[in-house]
């Protein structure tokens, strides 16, 4: 990391961002930034994880401190509903994901409701029609309606 870090000061690079998934992602990524001055971050943002207390919370401090210091922040797996669990894939994603355009907007809108700067689509460009379009539409959910959806978050299954 010091490496990378080092590249950044040297102008190889302009700007240094960390990823991490599964449950423990916003601890590690708080983790990274109490050691490093990091420009941007990407994790999991999804309605089932939203529902665990616990994550929430953790990726509520670690969005606000990326708030406080201006951070670039993705949301990834916005369309995560379930793991594939044995059966076939049917998409070329490491989860199922939600695909009717209904599930696809709903899901989209409540990560786009937290305080993030952007979501990368799903994995399988099959998907990326219904994805550009819920993002065309797209309104920012208020906390009723990310209620309603949170409420819904036993109907699937934590990907990790």
Not at 7 to 17: D, I, K
Not at 59 to 74: F, I, P, Y
Not at 98 to 126: K, W, Y
């Given at each position: 990391?010091?490496?990378i870090v080092q590249?950044?000061?040297?102008?190889?690079?302009?700007?240094?961002?960390i990823t991490s998934?599964?449950?423990?992602?916003?601890?590690?990524?708080?983790a990274a930034l109490?050691?490093?001055?990091?420009?941007?971050?990407?994790?999991?943002?999804?309605?089932?994880?939203?529902?665990?207390?616990?994550?929430?919370?953790?990726?509520?401090?670690?969005?606000?401190?990326?708030?406080?210091?201006?951070?670039?922040?993705?949301?990834?797996?916005?369309?995560?509903?379930?793991?594939?669990?044995?059966?076939?894939?049917?998409?070329?994603?490491?989860?199922?994901?939600?695909?009717?355009?209904?599930?696809?907007?709903?899901?989209?809108?409540?990560?786009?409701?937290?305080?993030?700067?952007?979501?990368?689509?799903?994995?399988?460009?099959?998907?990326?029609?219904?994805?550009?379009?819920?993002?065309?539409?797209?309104?920012?959910?208020?906390?009723?309606?990310?209620?309603?959806?949170?409420?819904?978050?036993?109907?699937?299954?934590?990907?990790?």
């Open positions: 990391m010091e490496a590249a950044r000061e040297e102008g190889l690079t302009r700007y240094v961002g998934h599964g449950l423990q992602a916003p601890a590690v990524i708080m109490e050691r490093f001055d990091l420009d941007s971050i990407l994790f999991p943002v999804n309605v089932k994880l939203w529902a665990d207390q616990e994550y929430r919370q953790a990726a509520s401090e670690l969005l606000e401190t990326a708030a406080g210091r201006d951070l670039g922040v993705m949301a990834i797996k916005a369309l995560a509903q379930r793991p594939w669990d044995g059966h076939a894939p049917r998409y070329n994603t490491w989860y199922e994901p939600f695909d009717q355009p209904d599930a696809v907007e709903r899901a989209l809108r409540f990560t786009l409701s937290q305080p993030v700067t952007a979501a990368i689509s799903a994995g399988d460009s099959r998907l990326l029609p219904a994805i550009l379009s819920a993002a065309e539409r797209f309104k920012p959910m208020d906390e009723a309606e990310q209620a309603g959806v949170l409420a819904t978050a036993e109907q699937y299954e934590l990907i990790f």
